[in-house]
């Protein structure tokens, strides 16, 4: 034709399937994801069956990570908790979640909010808070009691079992919220109408048809729930140890201590990551399950249950929950970060910024570690985003044959746990020829491999939800595939990226499971000087950077909020 | 020359022909229609045409330049075509102006260039004064308008659409049927069509491909397709017709209820059961017996329904199983089992395998 016509290729034909720059790519992200995800794993098994000095292979480490019944005891004092704060955390969610997404108790939007304040408060913070308000003696709750009542010794000790349980549901129940939200988001009022139609009431509705067809989401979130529980590093650290006794990560901690015994740790974390293993996969079996309304899409119209004086009932309850994981820890944190000495209590003259100077502008690395916190949280976000972003479309598009291994491998990382991971690191990458340890590298690399599921999930969602014709058309008109990926493809998925990016920013600025392990002493975390202060007992200092921390998150959420929906945070794929 | 020659083209998934052994060859400037029901590898075909599939075997030639074949694909963004997707596939990120211009600027005419075309073509398509509009801000039959601009606007060498009017409500699609052809009569691209919809097919088509399993059943036409259908799926799928069975007894074909003579019928003297398809439209009704040269049927009306445009008889002769459809004219009224007489011409069966 006319002078649109594009350059006579049609005399150069190009080779099907061709080794062009789709394989080198394919190559590429292949060798990062062996070296994020399969060496780490690879190493910690090795590790495990090394002997310490000579490398040879061993039983050993095995040996002494189950050969004392305290070591054992830390083992079945991880599943107990588990267990406990999976439940605890599901008497504290489900019932809010009901009420939140299918009745009209007040304050839905409210409760909506406090659960998203739940969620991102680092529950080693939660824990600080938990230590003011219920520490023996001196905690806020017990001065209250022994005020109220005249009595000598108030009833709360935090430092306990319970204690420990307690606060770890309060700050982990948000996981069991989202999965039974958004399954009961899907459940039709036509369901429901069914049932009552049938001649059943409300509640008997509520008992034989909602939460039935919810309970496989329900499960999911407690096992989730169990798997947060068993695999957190902070609380249990600053409660069990002064309440004398030892969970799994802790008696991990210990092994590292001086001289690092990394070989038992990496025998004694093998218990950890199989059960997390195990329970993912029950999990995944659940939740996918076909015939549940978890995966039947659009569940019609919903009218909201209409609770009648009970309303206030539910909202009663989801305030007392809204108070102990927010309201009350919040308060004498604050209570904390501005007073000379927080026990001496609320009066004016208690009152001083001297801590947020201290911690800000006197105090040798606190400041650095917010700086180091924020850096290495946006390097991994960056690089996680890039990477599941690349994964994804080679997947979606189907450009590879066993383009599903490398979505694998991207998704692997969710059953490591972050301590057992950074084992992983330690035993892969500490020793020479890399020598990372104590870098911000291995700390980077660490947060991408650990938020690369969050990552994947999302780009692969973004992604399915755009019709490859999109990109088809750009070829047809004569665009290459780069062209599709410039012109059209990032342009339409900027949004999800940029949600993506924050789901990953926000968690990797708090993460305390990993970072201990690996920080050095020009590279220590906020997290990390969190936990240092809390041993040190310097609880005003703590309560300031905790807030200071809290306080810089909020600006990301208010940007996630405008760009993706004021639930951003609390989707099922944020978690 | 042919403008596009596919020769014995066919696509494997797995061990699944979607297409198998496919032979076609467009003129320049003709409309072909590929027409089937959903799975018949109707859109597999035309995304080999566009070369996003590689053919497992065969070969796709344009202007006698190979440009598929199993070894080698020479890839969509260079064949010169164009292509109008099933969700139109317009890019929310960008105006209808600039949607418009992208083939243009790929190409990498001038600005002024690129804006004297694309506000030409959307005057065509009557879509001038939305040109700074985003997508999401357009109606469907807008959006399809868009669609075609920005196919037609590059001058394509060929113009594929892939059921570009299903996601559009009857009244829309029937508009846009016509308004598909004029731009064909305007523009005179070659083009392929695809849809599953036979009344789409034959307002716009030359020549309609009528597929089914991978294969070809018939090309033809479209007043010939609906006359001369070659196999009972045709048949079937063109129009509504009446499937007869008849079998040779002596100078005689019998079908159920009556006979006509062989020699009068089409391919009768083939033995066992003979099939053939007659048109509720070609049969006559009357309540007088008629006088001619056609066979004539005593009958009772079975059933009726009324469409509007015409009735739709079921009509049992005397002595017979099963009723026949009959259409005829609106004023035509018969009431449910009175008797009528059934008027068929032998040379409107169609004998079909």
């Known amino acids: ?575 | 020359m042919s403008k596009l020659a596919l020769k014995n083209v066919a696509r494997l998934y797995g061990s699944v022909a979607a297409v198998a052994d496919f032979s076609l060859e467009l003129a320049p400037g003709e409309f072909v229609s590929l027409l089937g029901p959903s799975g018949c590898g109707k859109t597999t075909t035309l995304r080999m045409i566009a070369g996003f599939v590689p053919p497992s075997a065969g070969t796709i030639e344009m202007e006698g330049q190979q440009i598929s074949s199993p070894s080698s694909v020479v890839p969509p963004e260079k064949r010169r075509m164009s292509m109008i997707f099933q969700s139109y596939a317009i890019w929310p990120n960008m105006t209808v102006g600039e949607n418009v211009g992208f083939g243009l600027q790929v190409r990498r005419l001038s600005r002024a260039e690129i804006d004297r075309r694309v506000d030409a073509i959307l005057d065509v398509v009557q879509m001038r004064n939305l040109k700074g509009r985003y997508p999401a801000e357009l109606s469907g039959g807008q959006q399809q308008r868009v669609a075609l601009a920005r196919a037609i606007v590059v001058e394509p060498e060929v113009l594929l659409l892939d059921e570009p009017l299903s996601n559009l409500d009857a009244n829309l699609r029937e508009e846009m049927r016509f308004e598909i052809r004029r731009l064909h009569d305007a523009f005179k691209i070659t083009t392929v069509y695809v849809t599953h919809d036979q009344s789409e097919a034959m307002v716009t088509s030359d020549r309609i491909v009528v597929m089914n399993k991978g294969r070809i059943e018939q090309v033809d036409a479209p007043h010939r397709l609906y006359a001369r259908p070659r196999s009972r799926f045709v048949a079937g799928f063109i129009g509504r017709t009446n499937f007869l069975e008849g079998a040779r007894q002596g100078s005689e074909v019998g079908f159920d209820g009556f006979s006509a003579a062989a020699s009068r019928l089409e391919g009768a003297n083939g033995t066992g059961t003979l099939l053939y398809s007659l048109r509720p439209q070609a049969i006559g009704l009357s309540s007088q017996k008629p006088n001619g040269s056609s066979v004539v049927v005593e009958s009772e009306i079975a059933g009726r329904s009324y469409l509007g445009e015409y009735w739709d008889y079921q009509v049992r002769p005397l002595g017979a199983a099963k009723p026949m459809r009959v259409s005829t004219g609106p004023n035509v009224v018969f009431e449910v089992g009175s008797r009528v007489w059934l008027d068929i011409d032998p040379a409107a069966m169609v004998r079909v395998d």
């Open chain 1, 1 to 575: 034709m006319t002078v649109t016509a594009l350059p006579s290729a049609a005399a150069r034909p190009q080779r099907g399937i061709s080794f062009d720059s789709t394989w080198l790519l394919w190559a590429a992200i292949i060798a990062v994801l062996l070296f994020l995800v399969v060496s780490p794993f690879i190493y910690l098994v090795i590790t495990s069956f090394s002997d310490q000095r000579t490398g040879a292979f061993t039983f050993a480490n095995y040996a002494t990570a189950y050969g004392r019944s305290r070591y054992v005891d830390a083992l079945l004092n991880s599943l107990r908790l588990g267990g406990t704060a999976a439940l605890l955390a599901g008497a504290f969610a489900v019932p809010l979640a009901w009420a939140v997404a299918r009745t009209d108790m007040p304050g839905r939007g409210l409760t909506r909010m406090l659960v998203l304040a739940t969620f991102i408060t680092p529950p080693y913070t939660g824990a600080v808070a938990w230590i003011l308000l219920a520490g023996p003696n001196a905690g806020w709750l017990n001065r209250f009691y022994t005020l109220l009542t005249g009595a000598e010794a108030g009833p709360f000790n935090i430092y306990s079992f319970t204690g420990l349980a307690i606060v770890i549901a309060l700050y982990s129940f948000p996981y069991v919220f989202i999965f039974t939200t958004a399954a009961l988001e899907l459940v039709s009022s036509e369901m429901e109408d069914a049932a009552n139609i049938l001649g059943a009431g409300p509640w008997r509705t509520m008992w034989r048809v909602t939460l039935p067809l919810a309970l496989p989401a329900i499960l999911g979130g407690l096992i989730i729930c169990f798997l947060e529980a068993i695999a957190l590093f902070g609380s249990p650290a600053m409660i069990a140890i002064p309440a004398r006794f030892n969970v799994v990560t802790t008696q991990l901690f210990q092994f590292f201590g001086n001289p690092v015994r990394v070989e038992v740790a990496a025998a004694y974390a093998m218990p950890l990551l199989g059960v997390t293993i195990l329970l993912i996969l029950m999990q995944q079996l659940m939740t996918r399950r076909k015939g549940f309304v978890a995966l039947t899409g659009k569940g019609g119209e919903r009218r909201p249950i209409l609770l009648g004086r009970w309303r206030w009932v539910m909202f009663g309850y989801a305030m007392f929950v809204a108070s102990l994981a927010v309201f009350l820890p919040y308060l004498f944190l604050l209570q904390a970060a501005f007073a000379k000495a927080w026990g001496r209590g609320f009066a004016l003259d208690n009152l001083s910024l001297r801590n947020f100077h201290f911690v800000l502008f006197e105090h040798a690395t606190a400041a650095k570690s917010v700086i180091n916190s924020f850096l290495y949280a946006g390097a991994s976000a960056t690089a996680a985003v890039i990477l599941t972003l690349c994964v994804a479309y080679i997947v979606v598009r189907r450009l590879v044959p066993f383009g599903g291994l490398l979505g694998f491998l991207c998704v692997a990382p969710f059953v490591i746990p972050g301590v057992v991971l950074a084992i992983g690191f330690y035993a892969a990458y500490a020793p020479p020829p890399l020598s990372l340890y104590g870098t911000a590298l291995i700390l980077i690399l660490a947060f991408t491999t650990r938020f690369l599921p969050i990552g994947y999930v999302n780009a692969g969602a973004a992604l399915r939800s755009l019709n490859p014709e999109m990109e088809e058309a750009v070829r047809v008109l004569g665009g290459s595939r780069l062209t599709a990926l410039r012109r059209v493809v990032a342009p339409l998925l900027k949004r999800s990226l940029l949600g993506a990016w924050l789901l990953i920013f926000i968690p990797a600025t708090r993460e305390l499971s990993a970072a201990i392990f690996l920080y050095g002493p020009n590279t220590k975390v906020a997290s990390v000087m969190i936990f240092d202060m809390s041993e040190e007992g310097n609880l005003e200092y703590l309560a300031a950077l905790a807030l200071i921390l809290q306080v810089l998150t909020l600006p990301l959420l208010w940007i996630g909020q405008k760009a993706l929906g004021r639930d951003f945070m609390l989707r099922r794929n944020a978690t």
